[in-house]
């Protein structure tokens, strides 16, 4: 037999498993140390041997690690099993339940479609109920609008009318303008499309209106009333026939013969007075006749100013002009006061208190025409 360190060869190869549990041993013994070692093992292989072999020994070890590894491996498994079984009941269960869930949602479900159908077939129907609906209350809101509408036509109609009359007979376009937007509030106040085109001709004519200037009469007004304050301060052409009352006080004397002397000389100048003037101017004028000349410019300056007032263009230039052809015959033209009142007459004359009218009035008869066709909001 041959012997190699690493693994025997040849007919010693059945002895391997001896040889490897004493390893121990250094490969380089002498051959007659493993010689006897070799028939020592052989001797204890033999029936009858005396000891135990080491081999059967970890043999059995090893099965009985093996045995309760398996063992407790198979436990493991029964109690995942019983775990799995478990699951599966509490699975089945829920199972049934959710089934029974199932079963009620399902009988709700079809109980609502139901329903539901039912609703949809009565919601089918609303829209023709609403139209009925609708029809009904468009004809009672007609017949409710109706006697209102013709009222409110009424109204706006004699609005209109109040307006024209205002501008063309008492010339006051302030009030026209105010009649004629109280007549497009009330026709706006119902919604009635039969009189947008009486809208659209009276939002004309208010255009029109507003666009007239408007003249400062409070101020003309006020001019002429001064200057009729002052007629009763204007000289009179001519020379009076008695003197009136002397307006300058003198101081009265003191003592006794001063007031005599004083009642003497005022004696004196009353019978007797010296006077030089110019003989265009020579005519005698009488106090009634200054009155009258007086009284007479008061009240053509009065005309002129009820004509401003209406507002009358012509009646109040003819006034004026005659004021101050009056003032210049018969009042003393060198006086400063005469010559501002002429002045002031002039600058008055070219005041205008009757500015040009519009021609309105087609508002009116469109709304006339469309009452008397009896038309109706549709």
């Not at 198979?74 to 799995?84: A, K, L, N, P, T």
């Not at 004309?204 to 007239?212: I, S």
């Not at 007031?259 to 106090?287: C, F, G, N, W, Y």
């Not at 015959?329 to 010559?339: N, Y």
């Amino acid at each position: 037999m041959r012997w190699n360190c690493g693994r025997p060869t040849g007919a010693g190869s059945r002895l391997r498993d001896t040889i490897h549990l004493n390893s121990g041993r250094a490969c380089a013994k002498p051959m007659s140390a493993e010689i006897e070692s070799l028939s020592s093992d052989m001797n204890t292989r033999r029936p009858g041997g005396g000891g135990t072999s080491p081999m059967l020994v970890a043999f059995a070890v090893l099965g009985l690690l093996l045995a309760i590894y398996a063992h407790w491996r198979i436990g493991q498994f029964v109690d995942r099993s019983d775990r799995v079984r478990r699951q599966v009941v509490e699975l089945r269960a829920a199972q049934g339940r959710l089934a029974g869930q199932l079963t009620t949602l399902t009988t709700r479900l079809e109980t609502s479609n139901t329903a539901l159908r039912s609703e949809l077939r009565g919601l089918q129907e609303l829209p023709a109920q609403l139209a009925v609906l609708g029809r009904g209350v468009e004809e009672l809101r007609a017949r409710t609008e109706a006697p209102q509408r013709a009222w409110a036509r009424a109204e706006a109609l004699y609005l209109l009318d109040l307006a024209e009359r205002q501008l063309y007979i008492d010339r006051d376009v302030g009030t026209a303008i105010a009649a004629m937007e109280a007549a497009d509030a009330r026709l706006a106040s119902f919604n009635d499309p039969a009189i947008a085109q009486v809208r659209r001709l009276l939002a004309q004519d208010l255009a029109a209106l507003r666009a007239v200037p408007l003249p400062d009469l409070a101020a003309v007004l006020a001019r002429i009333a001064a200057l009729e304050d002052g007629v009763p301060t204007l000289p009179v052409l001519g020379v009076p026939v008695t003197r009136g009352p002397r307006t300058d006080k003198e101081p009265e004397p003191t003592g006794a013969f001063g007031r005599a002397m004083h009642r003497i000389a005022e004696a004196l100048r009353s019978l007797v007075t010296l006077k030089r003037v110019d003989p265009s101017t020579s005519r005698l004028v009488t106090q009634e006749e200054q009155s009258l000349r007086r009284q007479h410019l008061e009240l053509l300056l009065f005309a002129a100013r009820v004509a401003a007032m209406q507002p009358d263009g012509a009646a109040y230039a003819q006034s004026l002009e005659a004021a101050g052809t009056w003032l210049t015959q018969f009042f003393d033209p060198s006086s400063p006061e005469v010559a501002a009142a002429r002045a002031e007459i002039e600058a008055l004359g070219s005041a205008n208190v009757e500015p040009a009218r519009p021609s309105i009035g087609a508002a009116a008869h469109q709304l006339q025409r469309l009452m008397d066709a009896g038309a109706t909001t549709p």
